[in-house]
């Protein structure tokens, strides 16, 4: 990555693999929802959205409408009206695009170990694979909603070392207006790269 610093489209924030990367940005933003597919519009990844809010569906409109779905997409969902049993069945689809997406799903936002196998499980499936695998976590102001800094923090030092020690490369988004500072501090202290999106200039700001 480029080590100057300063403002920059959302295209061209750009970091190589493996690492893990801090988006701060509103939770409704445009940046905020475009960021992670414009970043990687055309390049060979494989791609895993672990999503604690949005709907499978939104997540796949959101690639397709603003860079395009890579042919391998994982994607984890939570939803607590669903069973533990149910939870844990994962189901698979080809869209006429010919991109294979494979859904899962955990009970609830708070189940961190059932985030972390299915991460995990992505993440050994597609070691093996060419493409760099590129994982989107949405977002760590859900998580903190569900799990204590402490625990939280334990939960993201684990998954950070997975995504680097697998080679990939990770973005983790929050709204740093959502948490006092004490929360967005610890959790800066995971991650050697940030940005944070400008509002009124639609671009990102290396921190």
Not at 12 to 34: E, I, Q, T
Not at 69 to 97: M, N, W, Y
Not at 111 to 116: A, V
Request: aromatic content about 6%; charged content about 25%.
């Amino acid at each position: 990555m480029s080590t100057t610093r300063g403002r920059r489209g959302s295209d061209d924030v750009s970091v190589a693999p493996p690492g893990n990367v801090l988006l701060r940005a509103p939770a409704l933003s445009d940046g905020k929802r475009s960021i992670c597919p414009s970043l990687h519009a055309g390049d060979d990844v494989n791609l895993c959205v672990v999503s604690l809010s949005g709907t499978p569906d939104r997540i796949l409109d959101t690639w397709r409408r603003h860079g395009g779905l890579p042919q391998k997409v994982g994607i984890v969902t939570a939803d607590e009206t669903r069973s533990a049993a149910a939870a844990d069945t994962p189901s698979a689809t080809v869209g006429p695009d010919g991109t294979t997406v494979s859904t899962t799903t955990v009970s609830e936002p708070g189940d961190l170990t059932g985030i972390g196998i299915k991460v995990s499980q992505c993440l050994s499936a597609w070691r093996d694979d060419d493409a760099t695998t590129v994982l989107c976590f949405d977002s760590l102001t859900t998580l903190l909603q569900y799990a204590d800094l402490q625990r939280a923090f334990r939960f993201l030092h684990m998954l950070t070392q997975q995504i680097e020690n697998a080679g990939a490369l990770g973005y983790f988004h929050i709204d740093p207006a959502a948490h006092d500072d004490r929360t967005v501090s610890t959790v800066e202290n995971l991650f050697s790269e940030q940005f944070e999106y400008d509002t009124e200039t639609d671009s990102w700001d290396e921190r």
